[in-house]
């Protein structure tokens, strides 16, 4: 429970309210698994619950994308290079990179719900030749709401790989698709019985990408989910993450949709 | 000439699935159609008297209020079909439809198809069931659109 004192080494803003650390992990490193996520704590201000949205082979660099929209995130967003950063982690259950090796993989992002799956978009790349097909959509508000546009571009380059991008609202200079991001799935080419897939975004997106897919023929325990709750102790203890008898900081975030459908549409939850 | 438009409207993914029967009987109303990028396949208010199944490039559905510029709300690729509006009264427009490059489409004489759906009811019958889902998929990305789910929490 004690955080580890860490350095900033950069901070860069990807949106207006976006922004990315990278933080010296020490001469130890950090060993994580894809969507996998820290605390961090802002000294004097408080801790929050952040996914990791680097590399897991770059032991040496740990990557955290904040959006700046509390007290916390908003302390820790502006953190520049080489001020004291605190972490403590990894916590929960990441995504299926090894489960999903020999299948095709669907990987959908809405909005900042890029950031959590880069880590398996990065695993699935380096180790290209263990899946099959492999679709990345991913979905923004507007053009300039698109996180990670570089790296979407560079992906989009390689002839391995369906990217699709698009925005639910545009003018007319943006030639890309226009609509939510759950309408890309009909357009991937995958096959949905041996399919993974992986996804992550607002949750009510999720839920609309999980039907979509299930639609598509993806069976719901091969659908991953990336929940999201106010964390707090992140090891299962203090019950502030609490999802019915889950707790999403040692049962998740991820689990699947079979697991989680008829958790996400009760109120109370 | 009327044998390689049912081949076209066959091999059209919105239609594939069609019996031959209805595939001559659609294939009556329809017309090959290309669009130039930047040019409108139709404006609000006209009447819906074509609707389009895309073959190749893209569409941009966008709506327009007085004193802004217009908003895309949607974009309709290869495989995808432009216009609902022909099938319910008042058969007008709803929205603006743009091609974003050269577009390639099966342009369908609307007045046609609804006279053949008027005619033999399984005719409309099959075009509802076609249709309903496209509609239902639509309301459900306008709600999706208008919760603005990626906006920052207040």
């Known amino acids: 429970m004690v955080p580890r004192v860490a350095r900033v080494l950069r901070a860069r803003r990807e949106l207006s309210d976006v922004w990315t650390l990278d933080i010296d992990a020490g001469v130890n490193g950090f060993v994580f698994s894809p969507g996998q996520f820290n605390m961090l704590y802002a000294f004097g201000v408080g801790e929050a619950a952040i996914s990791i949205s680097g590399d897991a082979t770059d032991h040496g660099n740990l990557v955290h994308t904040i959006r700046s929209v509390g007290k916390v995130s908003a302390a820790l967003a502006n953190l520049k290079a080489g001020d004291a950063i605190g972490f403590r982690g990894p916590y929960g259950v990441g995504w299926p990179v090894e489960q999903a090796e020999g299948s095709d993989v669907v990987i959908v992002a809405g909005g900042l719900g890029l950031a959590p799956l880069r880590p398996a978009i990065y695993h699935v790349l380096a180790n290209r030749d263990r899946y099959g097909r492999i679709a990345l959509l991913s979905g923004a508000r507007e053009p300039a709401g698109m996180l990670f546009r570089r790296e979407l571009e560079q992906w989009r380059t390689r002839f391995d790989v369906d990217v699709a991008v698009t925005v639910d609202h545009a003018d007319s200079d943006w030639r890309g698709n226009v609509g939510v991001v759950t309408t890309l799935i009909k357009r991937a080419a995958f096959d949905p019985d041996h399919t993974v897939a992986m996804v992550c975004g607002p949750e009510i997106m999720m839920r609309f990408a999980a039907i979509e897919l299930e639609q598509a023929g993806v069976p719901g325990d091969a659908i991953y989910l990336s929940m999201e709750r106010n964390m707090k102790c992140a090891i299962g203890q203090c019950g502030h993450c609490q999802l019915s008898t889950d707790f999403v900081c040692r049962d998740g975030p991820v689990a699947t949709y079979t697991h989680l459908n008829r958790l996400m549409t009760l109120r109370e939850l | ?154």
């Open chain 2, 1 to 154: 000439m009327i044998e390689g438009m049912e081949k076209i409207v066959r091999e059209h993914r919105f239609f594939a699935d069609l019996d031959d029967d209805m595939i001559k009987l659609i294939a009556g109303c329809a017309r090959n159609v290309v669009f130039k990028a930047g040019q409108y396949l139709f404006h609000t208010g006209e009447p819906a008297d074509e609707f389009y199944l895309i073959r190749q490039g893209q569409v941009a559905l966008d709506v327009v209020a007085p004193g802004r510029s217009a908003i895309t709300f949607q974009t309709a690729d290869a495989g995808e079909i432009v216009g609902v509006s022909w099938l319910l009264p008042p058969y007008r427009w709803m929205h603006d439809a743009r091609a974003v490059d050269l577009v390639r489409a099966i342009g369908m004489d609307a007045r046609c198809l609804r006279g053949k759906c008027d005619a033999d009811h399984d005719v409309g019958y099959d075009m509802m069931m076609r249709f309903v889902p496209l509609l239902v998929s639509r309301l459900q990305a306008t709600r999706m659109q208008l919760l603005d789910v990626y906006g920052t929490p207040a």
